[in-house]
């Protein structure tokens, strides 16, 4: 995995199901961290990147960063750095994870690759906005998901319960 | 130190194993007892005939008041029946709940899945008295079987049940159960006319209620304030679910109307004050009416009439979805997808609110008189 500083590596980013849940409208994307209450939005270049990370089998840096060169002109060494620190934002905040091993190396691309016409677009760097205004949601109200073992237990009989 | 009342010992069921489903029914039928009869209501949610049937007149008492408006004739084949008792009154066993380790959190939610079958169980608390003289909320266990059609609702006391758990019952098993009819529950507001109505949405405090209640003193007529059912498909559709609406004490004051219509105003200490409005505006509730438009609130200091001003889908989704799937309780993308497709089919405006409340329920209107015109 990258660092903000760090030598870039390939490592397979996916977003971190099921905690994470994510929906896109118009090329604007919006997410919620179901385990902190935090939800974010996102759009351009942000929204790009996400696109490419939700693909079934992830995104690596190197492969972001070559499917925005294609659509953005900018110089790639600018490129690497937004990427870069782009993704550690997104791993810091629990949004994206590495991939498991042995996940299809597939070329992540755009599902869109044209947007009008043929030529780059300007190159806004992404950015993350954050909303932290429902995290008492879940810092109230904890959610525990029970595996089958955990539950249903039977109860004692001999053991009853304190009024 | 919180004195639990979550006793769990014993062998946990075999993983996959519904025989556990038959000891909660179990449980229902000790709390039944040697009683000579089961009360028994029925309504129309979403338009589909939910049975109540309750071991004690008391359980039926507290969760069945903010169904009153949509109170139909009971049928030998309703679609769920949602069985209802408790331990302390029914002096009945605890049902099967689960091992929650060291979690104290009283609003701590532990949900299973399997197959047709969800349940969440909600830890509450222990007898301990509350700052402002309230006992702590009673655990309560909810499942539904969405294939069986049936649901149980428990608790640990019906006496503690908490004054949101008394406005908006069952929220779990209708979601769940809904959901598995396409209908959505969502934390929104609704009011409208036959023609069209809006969905009110917005975090606490951004002026949501004050907007729904404010229409109670306006032709507009009421469908829900804190939480409607949603169809999306064959065309976007609101149902009401319950007849209360929830304001903070503090905002009371801008709707002095309802003052008189407060449900718990003597309870002091609670966070919201409840309002039936069945009971005091009889003829502004309905039950559900097509939706033409989604509303986020605002207030902004320093307006004096309400204004509305068309934004973007993504905002609309932003205000609408945070705080429905927050408190749904069980994880999973399908509520967002179904929020994501009401927001593609209608348009969202921001209703931002000033210091005239009569202008609100006027604005709505007229928004509502361009959009029922245009063609859908």
Redesign the interface.
């Known amino acids: 995995m990258s660092r903000p500083n760090g030598h870039i590596d390939d490592a397979r980013l996916e977003v971190s199901s099921?905690?994470v849940?994510?929906?896109t409208?118009?090329g604007?994307?919006?997410i919620?961290n179901?385990a902190t209450?935090t939800?974010y939005?996102l759009k351009g270049s942000g929204a790009d990147i996400w696109e490419l990370v939700q693909q079934p089998a992830g995104s690596g840096e190197s492969e972001i960063i070559d499917a925005l060169d294609a659509r953005y002109s900018a110089p790639r060494i600018r490129l690497e750095a937004t990427v870069r620190s782009f993704l550690f934002e997104l791993v810091q905040e629990g949004l994206v994870s590495p991939a498991p091993e042995g996940s299809d190396a597939g070329l992540a691309e755009f599902l869109e690759p044209n947007r009008g016409d043929d030529a780059q677009q300007a190159f806004e760097p992404p950015m993350l906005e954050k909303?932290t205004?429902?995290q008492d949601?879940?810092l109230?109200?904890?959610?525990?998901?029970?595996a089958?073992?955990?539950?249903?237990?039977?109860?004692?009989?001999s053991?009853?319960?304190?009024? | 130190m919180m004195?639990?009342?979550?006793?769990?010992?014993?062998?946990?069921?075999a993983?996959?194993d519904d025989a556990?489903l038959d000891?909660v029914s179990a449980s229902f039928t000790a709390a039944l007892g040697t009683s000579p009869s089961m009360p028994q209501q029925e309504y129309l949610v979403a338009g589909r005939r939910v049975q109540l049937r309750a071991a004690h007149p008391e359980l039926m008492r507290r969760l069945s008041r903010s169904f009153t408006h949509l109170e139909t004739t009971v049928s030998a084949d309703p679609e769920l029946v949602i069985y209802l008792w408790d331990?302390?009154i029914c002096d009945a066993?605890?049902p099967?709940?689960?091992?929650?380790g060291d979690?104290q959190?009283p609003?701590?939610?532990?949900?299973?899945r399997?197959g047709d079958v969800q349940?969440g169980?909600q830890l509450g608390g222990?007898?301990e008295v509350r700052a402002g003289g309230l006992r702590a909320p009673t655990p309560a266990l909810s499942v539904v079987d969405t294939r069986r059609n049936t649901a149980w609702y428990w608790a640990?006391?019906a006496r503690r049940i908490p004054y949101w758990d008394e406005a908006a019952p069952f929220r779990f098993v209708l979601d769940w159960w809904l959901r598995a009819r396409g209908i959505h529950r969502l934390h929104a507001g609704a009011v409208g006319t036959p023609e069209g109505g809006v969905l009110l949405t917005g975090?606490s405090g951004s002026g949501k209620s004050t907007s729904t209640l404010a229409c109670l003193e306006s032709p507009l007529q009421y469908a829900g304030d804190d939480y409607v059912a949603v169809a999306v498909e064959p065309q976007p559709w609101v149902y009401s679910l319950y007849s209360s609406g929830k304001l903070a004490p503090n905002h009371v004051e801008r709707l002095p109307f309802l003052q008189a219509a407060l449900a718990n105003g003597d309870d002091g200490g609670e966070e919201k004050t409840v309002v039936y409005v069945h009971e005091h505006w009889p003829d502004n509730i309905v039950s559900d009416f097509p939706l033409r438009a989604i509303l986020t609130s605002k207030i902004v200091p320093g307006l004096v009439d309400a204004r509305i001003s068309e934004i973007?889908?993504?905002a609309g989704?932003?205000a609408l979805?945070?705080?429905t799937?927050?408190?749904i309780?069980?994880?999973?993308?399908s509520p967002?997808?179904g929020?994501?497709q009401l927001?593609?089919r209608l348009p969202t405006f921001s209703l931002e609110l000033g210091s005239n409340i009569r202008s609100i329920p006027e604005a709505i209107a007229d928004l509502l008189t361009r959009l029922n015109t245009r063609p859908s």
């Not at chain 2, 099967?96 to 929650?100: D, E, F, K, L, S």
């Open positions: 099921p905690q849940i994510h929906e409208i118009d604007e994307v919006i919620i179901l209450g939800y939005s909303f205004d429902m949601l879940v109230l109200d904890p959610v525990h998901e029970v089958e073992m955990g539950w249903p237990q039977r109860r004692d009989e053991t009853s319960p304190a009024s | 004195n639990h009342e979550v006793v769990v010992s014993g062998e946990p069921f993983a996959g556990w000891v331990s302390a066993p605890w099967p709940t689960p091992n929650v979690e959190a609003g701590a939610f532990f949900y299973y399997r349940a169980f222990g007898a640990a006391d975090k973007s889908p993504l989704l932003a979805a945070p705080s799937v927050l408190q309780h069980t994880r999973g993308q967002l997808a929020m994501r927001v593609q």
